[in-house]
């Protein structure tokens, strides 16, 4: 950058708009404007929209770059926008009680950014911030120079596996659909769930990866999936594509090399099935996600009965960088048999919820620790639950486990779409299990039957459990429905659908035989289970729960001990929270 | 279609056995005469590998016979105590969502999912829990469409769309609420060929006019023509008490190869029928009613009077037509016996129209 | 146009059922597709038909994707109701039954008509835990919604559930219309739905 300039930088992801980072903008521009600013100081102030930087639950995040030196500025509302006009960019004073803190730093410090780099550094919807970071030099780069089986070559080498599910070497994939007969080929990108930041982050990695992917394995088409409901991605991505597109690196005789590539959007609905392969390209071709069996695979026959290679979005934003920087450069990331990094949504009980990205077998307690900053609240840890509904359930116990596929696998997890969510000791495990297994019974496409039928019995059986009329036998069901289900479901849904029900039961069996056994719900969550209670001695007839309960349910006078009807209780919990003597205790 | 070009050996149960490339383990395995049960598999169809019953051990992991090609060195274990266990948990999961009226199932004694239930003897079912119900029943006039008996093997979405062309029927909702059905579940309406019926491995899809009229057991099957038209499918007539209580075709028979329209598949209730003819019948007065003749009478009658037509007007004041539901045999002799024995050539054939 | 009303169907497979005889099958139009077809190709161009055969003419143009088609028409009518699905069956010769298979597969689709605005709950694990079940209730409560109904009387608001949408970093998510809203509780989808509802006309997003 050049060295007398101002540079103020908006964080404008789906949470950083969430939070009013448009009106936050809106308002630097205005202010900026309206004081005179850039005469009085005598540069010019650049205004950029970035895209998320992953510490969501601190946003909206705005940088104020001043002559280099850079100040994050963190929770800004339109109000403080003023102020930090007029006392930082005019007055030249930071003001520190606002500037991002430890957290800040210690959020991002253990991270290993490579691919969500860019993200929060770049405007997202200007083509030249991308190529300025050397963008699409990868793609002009493998397109003149390197003959497709190269970058194949180069791809493998890496060691880059899928991001999506179940981490099949991406440079393999690439090897077998190239070595197909046909002439039309095809390769898809997923914008999944977790890919959501990095289309509106930095789309054109994605963009480049996919041009780079289709010129590998001879593809003339390639296709981007994208849900329609992430309106901000589509729209970053379509702007990134015109771009791209006007620029000739999308289009006919790409880089002069007679190559031609062209993508295209495929919408898909909200269908938890969609991310798998052949349900994906079904979808595509416009019919019921109903995933097909294998063999044939879909890099041997798959979209319109072609040779198709499907890529999730974080795997072709990491073939720019691998082809840049070489395969050396990218091996020497992660484990032997992970490389690279992997992004993970850190969500639930954690201080600091937000998008990491780690390099591969980091620890899981430096996840939740350094950068999650602990648990919220300073409860207890109790859980890690990785890889989106069908990964396993990870205990505290185990928490110094490294995270990559293999030992991901080793405990009955996956990788899966990279969502990572924490529980502490207020989380029921057995509640939390049936939370997934009924999400994941809502998403069966119904097609086979181990998981049309196997996920119906197993929510079944878990609704019986939590309502307290559980059988010991019944546990002997699960683990045998979940037998079947790993065992025989025609795709991946079904065979995973069982990994949570398995590692939980595997690691919280106490938990599922006080369920059973005590009729107890030891966490406290399960409605069937738990009774809430006034403690006489405590309770000094405040009022607070009377006021609070939506049933009814709690009566006494003011200044007396209050009662809780166990008949009209509705086990909401609401007079739990609102007391402030600890006077009502829940069993 | 890749051609096979060369054979692959392979061990099935042991047995070894070369078949070309490209087939599946399940029609190998049926070569050297290992039967692996199949619910959602019908040769007729494409193949989905949803039912998952045909599952084999290869290389200690499970595969769907149905859909896997078979490859070289290949060992293929189609009856393990696992596998079979795996069969017999899976049949237990299927029944868990199945109405258990077997004893007034109009499909008994030929029903796959019986069967197989039977060979697994599943008295106990491991798995119990809510079923499928559904109140409302379709309203056409021919076929009786029970879906909560339904497995959703797919055989009747495909052979409507695959082989008759119709698509009158495809699978709709999702999960466990899927559900095959005529578009908004209005009733089906549609050629009503029963093909799906014929596939059907339970009984989701059944003959209304079959329900309580017999026993599969206790029928006679007389293998016969069609007589609706020239095609002259072969039927399969289940007779009991002297009636016809239902037709079928039978696959590998005749030109239709197993497949029939709704004429011949529903259509039978002529044969014994009260008001059919029997014998031929002659207005003997003028004004009279038609009184009942024999066969020489009345061929008799229809020569003289033919005789007597054309050599009032000469011949050409004479035309026939003839039906589509003759044989081609029987057509022949008719336009011969115009043109030659009766001299004209006014002759013309229904099927023409 | 001034055609002539034809009858609604040159056959009827519901009067047969219920008569007590055997279905006749002699009798010829019955099992005739092409009298059943023209029978439904009504020539009388309406409304209906220009705004169809506008989404007909881009259908065509990109090969004849189901889910695009009816994300087409969910857009112009807000839903998709028989009578364009029959339509588009007509004439595209793709059986309706596999229109209904992926509208009944898409929660998607709709086949009731839709409100004005939309509430989107995401449900997906993250929200979950953060109590996306509470505020569905209080979005029902401030709607006056009963349980099962997604849509309110005047057409005004529909409140649906998501799988996850993929904010789980500001989770719990609600989106209305197409502004995300992250980090929120029972009282701010509350403060949310009965502020917006105030507001005379809602002109978008």
């Known amino acids: 950058m050049s060295t007398s300039s101002v540079e103020i930088k908006v964080c404008l992801g789906t949470s950083g708009n969430a939070a009013g980072g448009e009106e936050v903008l809106r308002l630097f521009r205005h202010y900026v404007f309206d004081r005179a600013v850039e005469a009085r100081i005598g540069t010019r102030c650049e205004f950029r929209k970035v895209g998320c930087r992953g510490f969501c639950s601190k946003d909206v995040l705005v940088d104020v770059i001043i002559n280099g030196s850079k100040t994050t500025y963190q929770s800004v509302k339109p109000i403080m926008v003023e102020r930090i006009v007029d006392d930082h960019i005019v007055g030249g004073g930071p003001i520190p009680e606002w500037m991002a803190g430890d957290e800040y730093t210690s959020f991002h410090s253990k991270q290993y950014k490579i691919i969500l780099g860019p993200c929060g550094e770049i405007d997202p919807e200007n083509i030249d911030d991308y190529i300025r970071m050397n963008g699409y030099r990868a793609a002009r780069k493998a397109v003149t120079k390197m003959t497709p089986d190269g970058v194949i070559d180069v791809v493998t080498q890496s060691g880059l596996r899928g991001r999506g599910g179940s981490g099949f070497s991406t440079g393999e994939k690439w090897r077998i659909c190239r070595g197909q007969k046909n002439d039309t080929r095809y390769i898809i990108g997923n914008v999944g769930e977790v890919n959501r930041a990095l289309a509106e982050g930095n789309p054109h990695a994605i963009i480049e990866g996919l041009l780079i992917g289709g010129y590998a394995i001879g593809a003339q088409k390639g296709y981007l999936y994208i849900r329609e409901r992430y309106h901000l991605s589509v729209e970053r991505l379509r702007t990134a594509l015109d771009q791209a597109r006007d620029k000739g690196f999308i289009g006919k005789d790409i880089f002069g090399s007679g190559f031609d590539f062209n993508i295209e959007f495929s919408f898909g609905t909200e269908s938890f099935i969609c991310g798998e392969e052949t349900a994906l390209m079904e979808s595509i071709e416009g019919k019921r996600a109903m995933p097909r069996y294998r063999p044939p695979f879909p890099a041997e026959k798959g979209l319109w009965g072609m040779p198709t290679v499907i890529n999730n979005a974080e795997t072709f934003s990491n073939i720019p960088l691998i082809i840049g920087m070489g395969a050396d450069w990218f091996s020497s990331i992660g484990t032997a048999e992970s490389k690279g990094t992997k992004v993970f949504t850190l969500s639930g009980k954690v201080k600091n919820n937000g998008l990491v990205e780690i390099p591969m077998g980091m620890p899981l307690r430096e996840i939740v620790y350094s950068i999650g900053g602990g648990i919220a609240g300073n409860r207890k840890l109790k859980a890690v639950q990785v890889g989106g509904p069908s990964g396993g359930i990870i205990p505290e116990s185990m928490i110094d486990m490294g995270l990559d596929y293999e030992s991901l696998r080793k405990v009955g997890s996956i990788v899966g779409s990279g969502g990572m969510v924490v529980f502490d000791d207020e989380d029921c495990i057995v509640s939390v299990t049936k939370f997934f297994v009924e999400f994941l019974q809502r998403e069966s496409c119904g097609e086979c039957t181990p998981c049309r039928i196997g996920t119906k019995r197993m929510l079944e059986l878990l609704i019986k459990i939590t309502d307290g009329t559980g059988e010991i036998e019944d546990l002997d069901t699960l683990n045998r429905l979940s037998g079947i289900m790993t065992a025989s479901s025609l795709c991946g849904l079904g065979r995973t659908a069982s990994n949570p029900f398995i590692t939980s039961f595997n690691h919280f069996r106490d938990e599922y035989l006080a369920h059973i056994r005590d009729k107890k719900c030891p966490a406290g969550v399960c409605p069937a289970l738990v009774v809430f209670m006034v403690v006489p001695e405590k309770c000094k007839g405040c009022g607070l729960c009377r006021k609070a309960c939506p049933a009814g349910a709690v009566t006494g006078e003011i200044k007396k001990a209050h009662d809780i009807n166990q008949e009209l209780c509705i086990k909401c919990g609401a007079c739990y929270k609102v007391c402030k003597l600890k006077a009502i205790k829940k069993q | ?353 | 146009m001034g055609a002539p009303s034809l009858p609604g169907r040159p056959h009827n497979a519901y009067s047969i059922a219920q008569s007590s005889k055997p279905p006749s099958l002699l009798s010829g139009g019955f099992f005739c597709p092409v009298a059943r077809r023209a029978g439904r190709l009504r020539d009388r161009t309406t409304a209906m038909d220009k705004v169809l055969n506008k989404i007909l003419e881009e259908h065509r143009r990109e090969k004849g994707n189901l889910i695009l088609l009816l994300q087409r028409i969910q857009e112009t009518y807000g839903f998709i109701s028989r009578e364009n699905v029959q339509w588009f069956s007509d004439r595209l010769d793709v059986p309706a039954s596999r229109f209904f298979g992926v509208i009944t597969f898409y929660p998607k689709f709709r086949m009731k008509p839709s409100g004005k605005n939309t509430l989107t709950v995401c449900c997906g694990a993250a929200c979950h835990i953060k109590g996306a079940q509470q505020l569905l209730y209080a979005s029902h409560e401030a709607l006056g919604l009963a349980k099962g109904e997604d849509t309110t009387e005047d057409l005004k608001f529909t409140v649906e559930k998501a799988t996850c949408i993929g904010a789980c970093n500001i989770a719990p998510v609600v989106i209305l219309n197409k502004q995300v809203h992250g980090a929120m509780d029972p009282e701010k989808v509350t403060k949310l739905l009965t502020g917006f509802a105030k507001e005379d006309e809602f002109i978008g997003y």
């Open chain 2, 1 to 353: 279609m890749e051609k096979p070009i060369n054979s692959i050996s392979l061990v099935i149960d042991g047995k070894q056995i070369s078949v070309p490339s490209g087939t599946t383990i399940l029609d190998a395995a049926k070569q050297v005469g290992i039967t692996i049960p199949a619910l959602c598999y019908h040769p007729k169809v494409s193949r989905s590998g949803a039912c998952r019953v045909c599952i084999v051990e290869v290389g200690g992991t499970l595969v769907t016979a149905c859909t896997t090609p078979v490859s070289g060195g290949m060992e293929v274990i189609t009856n393990s105590p696992y596998v079979e266990n795996m069969r017999r948990d899976l049949i237990d999961l299927i029944l868990s969502d199945h109405p258990y009226d077997c004893m007034v199932c109009q499909k008994t004694g030929e029903c796959e999912l019986q069967e197989l239930a039977y060979k697994y003897s599943i008295r106990n079912p491991v798995f119990r829990g809510e079923r499928r119900q559904y109140a409302q029943k379709d309203g056409n006039p021919f076929i009786d469409r029970d879906m909560e008996k339904c497995i959703l093997c797919g055989r009747c979405v495909k052979i409507c769309d695959e082989v008759q062309g119709v698509g009158a029927i495809d699978f709709a909702y999702k999960g466990f609420w899927a559900k095959v059905c005529p578009p908004f579940e209005q009733d089906l309406n549609c050629e009503f060929c029963g093909q799906c019926v014929m596939v059907c491995p339970t009984g989701a899809l059944i003959g209304k006019n079959w329900v309580a009229r017999g026993r599969y057991w206790n029928m006679r099957e007389v293998e016969s023509t069609c007589p609706y038209c020239g095609v002259g499918c072969t039927l399969s007539l289940h007779v009991k008490e002297n009636e016809i209580v239902r037709v079928t075709a039978k696959e590998g028979r005749g030109v239709n190869d197993g497949l029939l329209c709704v004429k011949g598949r529903f259509g039978y209730q002529f044969v014994s029928s009260p008001d059919r003819l029997k014998t031929p019948l002659i207005r003997r007065r003028k004004g009279g009613d038609l009184e009942p003749a024999t066969w020489d009478e009345a061929l008799g009658v229809v020569a003289s009077r033919l005789k007597r037509v054309k050599e009032q007007y000469g011949p050409d004041a004479i035309a026939g037509l003839s039906s589509a539901r003759c044989t081609t045999e029987d057509n022949y002799l008719f336009q011969k016996f115009m043109r030659a024995a009766v001299g004209t050539n006014n002759v013309d054939h229904c099927a023409r129209l």
